[in-house]
């Protein structure tokens, strides 16, 4: 049986929709605004319609459960999982990292047959939030991703990458070796999401949950909580 999956990303700097139904995407939105709840319940609804689809007929949804910017994150999340919980619908977290990977391996072409490819976003403070395969890792290999915050120029120590994608890397190239080649153009987007979804196991709603590196700014919400009451 096909899958017919809703994806949502909120992890950069945009929000995008995405549908995918027999193995095709059959929607896609992007709206440069990142944290618009307006727009995704409607653009949500326009992709159903279109689709000639109940939300109820969907096998699941599909959300960037991060890395990426936290209040993105938690946004899409928090979306996705409320429309599953009304639904009844089991959901998929997708690394944004792993999403952005595809991204790379469907857009850019042949790429070499041995290296690294290293993906990142800007994680802000210096610090990049990265993750690296081989050249040769394609489709469901990619949903493992070792990710993890750290400088550029040590993550180019500790793996110098043959390739280079993402917003991460495009705000400091003068960091990556000169062998390396950055690709330009690669972000975030909920078509790569849906795609990944096809070869994850879904779970509960209830399950689903943000996927920080970054654990003491994410904190700092709870901690703030606290001091207040």
């Known amino acids: 049986m096909m899958a017919t999956i809703l994806a949502v990303d909120t992890s950069n700097n945009r929000t995008s929709v995405a549908l995918l139904h027999a193995d095709a995407i059959v929607h ?21 319609q279109k689709a000639g689809l109940s939300l109820g007929a969907l096998s699941h949804l599909a959300v960037a459960h991060g890395p990426g910017g936290l209040t ?12 599953a919980l009304g639904a009844g619908l089991p959901v998929v977290g997708i690394n944004t990292l792993s999403a952005m990977a595809l991204q790379v391996r469907e857009r850019h072409g042949q790429l070499p047959s041995a290296g690294q ?39 180019c ?11 991460g890397w495009e705000a400091h190239p003068s960091e990556l070796p000169a062998s390396c080649e ?48």
């Open 28 to 48: 896609h939105a992007v709206c440069p605004v990142r944290d618009n709840l307006g727009w995704l319940r409607h653009e949500v609804a326009v992709a159903l």
């Open 72 to 83: 993105g994150v938690r946004v899409g999340v928090g979306f996705v999982q409320a429309l």
């Open 117 to 155: 490819l290293s993906v990142a976003l800007d994680a802000r403070m210096g610090q990049l939030y990265v993750a690296h395969w081989s050249l040769a890792t394609a489709g469901a290999d990619l949903l493992r991703a070792d990710d993890r915050v750290i400088a550029p120029a040590l993550e």
């Open 157 to 167: 120590q500790q793996h110098a990458p043959t390739i280079a994608a993402g917003p």
């Open 182 to 229: 950055l690709l330009p153009g690669v972000a975030p987007d909920a078509r790569e999401v849906a795609r990944l979804a096809r070869w994850a196991a879904p779970v509960a709603a209830a399950e689903l949950q943000v996927h920080y590196l970054r654990r003491e700014v994410a904190q700092v919400p709870e901690r703030l909580r606290q001091t207040v009451e």
